[in-house]
């Protein structure tokens, strides 16, 4: 245990809060005086945080700083909250997810556990409804979260007319003023397309369209090879499609430890998804009844065509500010549009703020809850704190891949001296027992401290196991503190102890 006792100690002296954007830097003032000022005009009947935008940054704010006691508007155009990740992201990708793995556990798992049925099919309408079922169950379980924390909802389309006024245009055609002390804009993102690519729903579709596609295509094109297209590539492909990735970089996910990203291809090759990597798209012809693509390799070279019925665009998403009236406020963005902000999430225009997917950092949702959170701590004169490093990142295949920290590229790269430790999910009981064991856990720690600079799990349920992990981090904790940590038998969970085992000593169970 001394190792974990000095990790921890030297952990405590690095302790520090990373600057949001680090990277960039700019001239910001931010003034506690005239802050403080905003919030002392008592009897004043304005809010005290007006948020744009209702997707999980803006909704999480907006309910976080009721709680805190501030009079709070939340303004959202779309007529629903949750934003994209409840409306069009994580929610109903994940409905789809479960069902079209459950369709493939029952076509190629049950009878291997004595399960058997005489015939199985997939009713596409019923599924879509089961999805589109929880999409409604949340979002309107969000409204009902406003009302019992007496945040103000308006339904519309925001634009800041001043640092302290929103001009909406309301769902039902109408148009108000909401005034507020302070102005928190978390308006996300949105799809991006690709140059001389026409989105249109039906045979090009984005993840939105991929979402509800009416029937399941005989061949799908996914363009990008990030999580969200692994995601809906795998929800298509466990139905029926034949399933080909065109990617221009040399890798999928870039952002996964290298390591783990070649286990992963491997199980999604080996579930039929095929991959042409170092290969972008030049073309596009929709005159006949699919979509032909035109393909060359990266670096250039001869040209090859790929029919499809359906090409999915997954190209990233940029973040969304459309009609927001940046330009007006004179609200400082990044080339790629982001909104600029200091460690308060303060834009350069005193009393505005921004959170979530449009400013700098991962674009997920926990990531933009926690933005928010911290953002109207501070507004509430309390300290909020997000630490980018240590937001986790999942892509919900089966199996899925979680991770936090640093790759092991990120590490070498740094030049810190470091263990690896791993635990092949083979070797674990619980896995072997359910018969689902594709998988590993991978540590990698400072050599000198022990101390975890990241951990890479790929397991059916890596999103539920990464936290443990996420937590250790969070405590600058060593490998050891992990391996001596007693873990319930048999659960999947005993990986990251027998991985965390491994790095600092021996695991037990290879
Ligand atoms: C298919 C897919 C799957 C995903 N899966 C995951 C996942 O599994 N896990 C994960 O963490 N993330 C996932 N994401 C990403 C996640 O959805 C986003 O990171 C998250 O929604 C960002 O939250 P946000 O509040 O910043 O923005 P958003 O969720 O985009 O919400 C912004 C809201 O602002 C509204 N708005 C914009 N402009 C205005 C305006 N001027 N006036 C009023 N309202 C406005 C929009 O209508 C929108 O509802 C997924 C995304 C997609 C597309």
Same mark, same amino acid.
């Given at each position: 245990?001394?190792?974990?006792?000095?990790?921890?100690?030297?952990?405590?002296?690095?302790?520090?809060?990373?600057?949001?954007?680090?990277?960039?830097?700019?001239?910001?003032?931010?003034?506690?005086?005239?802050?403080?000022?905003?919030?002392?005009?008592?009897?004043?009947?304005?809010?005290?945080?007006?948020?744009?935008?209702?997707?999980?940054?803006?909704?999480?704010?907006?309910?976080?700083?009721?709680?805190?006691?501030?009079?709070?508007?939340?303004?959202?155009?779309?007529?629903?909250?949750?934003?994209?990740?409840?409306?069009?992201?994580?929610?109903?990708?994940?409905?789809?997810?479960?069902?079209?793995?459950?369709?493939?556990?029952?076509?190629?798992?049950?009878?291997?556990?004595?399960?058997?049925?005489?015939?199985?099919?997939?009713?596409?309408?019923?599924?879509?409804?089961?999805?589109?079922?929880?999409?409604?169950?949340?979002?309107?379980?969000?409204?009902?979260?406003?009302?019992?924390?007496?945040?103000?909802?308006?339904?519309?389309?925001?634009?800041?007319?001043?640092?302290?006024?929103?001009?909406?245009?309301?769902?039902?055609?109408?148009?108000?003023?909401?005034?507020?002390?302070?102005?928190?804009?978390?308006?996300?993102?949105?799809?991006?397309?690709?140059?001389?690519?026409?989105?249109?729903?039906?045979?090009?579709?984005?993840?939105?369209?991929?979402?509800?596609?009416?029937?399941?295509?005989?061949?799908?094109?996914?363009?990008?090879?990030?999580?969200?297209?692994?995601?809906?590539?795998?929800?298509?492909?466990?139905?029926?499609?034949?399933?080909?990735?065109?990617?221009?970089?040399?890798?999928?996910?870039?952002?996964?430890?290298?390591?783990?990203?070649?286990?992963?291809?491997?199980?999604?090759?080996?579930?039929?998804?095929?991959?042409?990597?170092?290969?972008?798209?030049?073309?596009?012809?929709?005159?006949?009844?699919?979509?032909?693509?035109?393909?060359?390799?990266?670096?250039?070279?001869?040209?090859?065509?790929?029919?499809?019925?359906?090409?999915?665009?997954? +190209? =990233?998403?940029?973040?969304?500010? &459309?009609? %927001?009236? @940046?330009?007006?406020?004179?609200?400082?963005? !990044?080339? #790629?549009?982001?909104?600029?902000?200091?460690?308060?999430?303060?834009?350069?225009?005193?009393?505005?703020?921004?959170?979530?997917?449009?400013?700098?950092?991962?674009?997920?949702?926990?990531?933009?809850?926690?933005?928010?959170?911290?953002?109207?701590?501070?507004?509430?004169?309390?300290?909020?704190?997000?630490?980018?490093?240590?937001?986790?990142?999942?892509?919900?295949?089966?199996?899925?891949?979680?991770?936090?920290?640093?790759?092991?590229?990120?590490?070498?790269?740094?030049?810190?001296?470091?263990?690896?430790?791993?635990?092949?999910?083979?070797?674990?009981?619980?896995?072997?027992?359910?018969?689902?064991?594709?998988?590993?856990?991978?540590?990698?720690?400072?050599?000198?401290?022990?101390?975890?600079?990241?951990?890479?799990?790929?397991?059916?349920? +890596? =999103?539920?196991?990464?936290?443990? &992990?996420? %937590?250790? @981090?969070?405590?600058?904790?060593?490998?050891? !503190?992990? #391996?001596?940590?007693?873990?319930?038998?048999?659960?999947?969970?005993?990986?990251?102890?027998?991985?965390?085992?491994?790095?600092?000593?021996?695991?037990?169970?290879?």
């Amino acid at each position: 245990m001394a190792l974990a006792i000095c990790a921890r100690r030297k952990a405590n002296l690095l302790y520090r809060n990373l600057p949001l954007s680090s990277s960039e830097s700019f001239n910001y003032s931010f003034s506690f005086a005239s802050f403080s000022r905003r919030f002392a005009s008592s009897g004043f009947d304005d809010n005290d945080v007006v948020v744009i935008g209702g997707g999980p940054g803006g909704y999480v704010a907006a309910i976080k700083a009721a709680q805190l006691g501030l009079k709070t508007t939340c303004i959202e155009k779309r007529g629903a909250l949750g934003g994209t990740c409840l409306n069009v992201g994580c929610i109903p990708s994940k409905a789809l997810l479960h069902s079209s793995h459950m369709y493939h556990e029952a076509q190629h798992s049950f009878a291997s556990h004595g399960v058997k049925f005489s015939s199985l099919e997939v009713d596409l309408p019923a599924m879509m409804a089961q999805k589109d079922k929880a999409v409604s169950n949340l979002t309107r379980g969000i409204e009902g979260l406003f009302k019992k924390n007496k945040v103000n909802y308006v339904k519309g389309y925001g634009k800041l007319i001043s640092p302290s006024e929103v001009s909406v245009d309301t769902i039902d055609g109408g148009n108000t003023v909401v005034k507020g002390k302070n102005i928190i804009i978390a308006t996300g993102s949105d799809v991006k397309s690709l140059p001389g690519i026409t989105i249109d729903e039906k045979r090009i579709v984005s993840s939105t369209g991929a979402l509800a596609l009416s029937e399941i295509p005989k061949k799908l094109v996914v363009i990008g090879a990030g999580y969200i297209g692994l995601e809906m590539g795998s929800v298509w492909g466990r139905l029926g499609s034949e399933i080909t990735v065109v990617e221009f970089a040399p890798d999928i996910v870039p952002t996964m430890d290298g390591e783990v990203r070649k286990q992963f291809q491997r199980s999604l090759e080996k579930q039929g998804m095929k991959f042409m990597l170092r290969t972008k798209v030049v073309g596009v012809d929709t005159s006949g009844n699919g979509v032909k693509l035109t393909l060359e390799p990266a670096a250039g070279g001869e040209q090859t065509t790929l029919e499809a019925d359906v090409v999915l665009v997954s +190209a =990233g998403r940029t973040p969304f500010t &459309a009609g %927001l009236g @940046l330009d007006k406020l004179g609200i400082e963005t !990044d080339k #790629a549009g982001r909104i600029l902000v200091n460690e308060r999430f303060a834009t350069n225009v005193d009393c505005v703020y921004a959170i979530g997917d449009v400013i700098p950092g991962p674009m997920l949702a926990h990531k933009a809850e926690e933005d928010g959170v911290a953002c109207v701590e501070f507004l509430a004169g309390k300290t909020g704190h997000v630490d980018y490093d240590k937001v986790p990142g999942v892509v919900y295949t089966h199996p899925e891949v979680a991770s936090v920290g640093k790759t092991e590229e990120q590490v070498k790269e740094s030049g810190v001296d470091y263990r690896v430790g791993k635990f092949p999910f083979l070797a674990n009981s619980r896995a072997k027992a359910i018969d689902d064991a594709e998988g590993v856990v991978k540590i990698l720690a400072e050599k000198e401290t022990d101390k975890i600079l990241g951990v890479h799990i790929m397991a059916p349920n +890596a =999103g539920e196991l990464i936290h443990e &992990a996420v %937590l250790a @981090l969070q405590y600058d904790a060593a490998s050891e !503190d992990i #391996a001596r940590v007693c873990h319930a038998h048999p659960t999947m969970s005993e990986a990251l102890k027998e991985a965390a085992m491994a790095t600092y000593d021996k695991p037990i169970h290879i």
